[in-house]
């Protein structure tokens, strides 16, 4: 039996929500990713990308327990699953936020081979990752306000989407954290 909705349908305003929550979080990107501030925070600030690999990973975990448990009709297991995914997602922009504004833009050094494979993975992760946000919000809220019909269509994009972008950024982590300064 599929779960009751678990608020109320209001899209205009989760449209306006989900518009300006993801237009913001991108501009945020993008400025951090051009500004650094230089400050002692008394620790190596590229432990925040070691925190964004070990988020990306378990959201990777979270995702593919979820689609599990979507699929043995585990309703509540997959929202509160799924929910976490989205709460850690969160914790991870946070973290991604802070490596890049204290520890600024770090150059890939590998070369030949690797440097190629290395901007196959970036280049979609970095497009994927920045669309991928209001996708992963309106398919939530549709599954939250019980519409089922519109949020399973919803998932077969938006789930290997998130998932793709989950696994390549710890790929991205450990190709690049070598160069680490």
């Known amino acids: ?20 929550v993801s237009v ?15 400050v002692d925070l008394g620790f190596n600030p590229h432990i925040f990308a070691s925190i964004n690999a070990v988020l990306n990973s378990i959201v990777t975990l979270l995702l593919i327990i979820g689609l599990v448990l979507v ?3 585990k309703y509540l297991a997959h929202k509160q699953t799924m929910l976490m995914a989205i709460t850690l997602s969160v914790c991870f922009l946070l973290s991604y936020v802070a490596h890049h504004l204290f520890a600024g833009e770090t150059k890939f050094g590998g070369q030949g081979a690797i440097k190629y494979f290395y901007y196959a993975v970036l ?3 970095i497009v994927l990752a920045g669309i991928i946000m209001p996708f992963v919000l309106f398919t939530a809220y549709k599954g939250l306000t019980g519409e089922y019909a519109t949020h399973k269509k919803l998932v077969r994009y938006t789930y290997p989407l998130w998932l793709y972008v989950a696994i390549t950024g710890v790929l991205v982590y450990l190709l690049i954290s070598p160069y680490y300064k």
């Open 24 to 38: 913001a979080v991108f501009s945020l990107v993008v400025l951090t990713s051009r500004v650094t501030v230089h």
């Open 1 to 20: 039996m599929m779960l009751p909705a678990s608020m109320k349908k209001n899209d205009q305003a989760a449209y306006w929500i989900i518009g300006v």
């Open 123 to 125: 280049i979609p992760h």
């Open 71 to 73: 699929k043995q009709k």
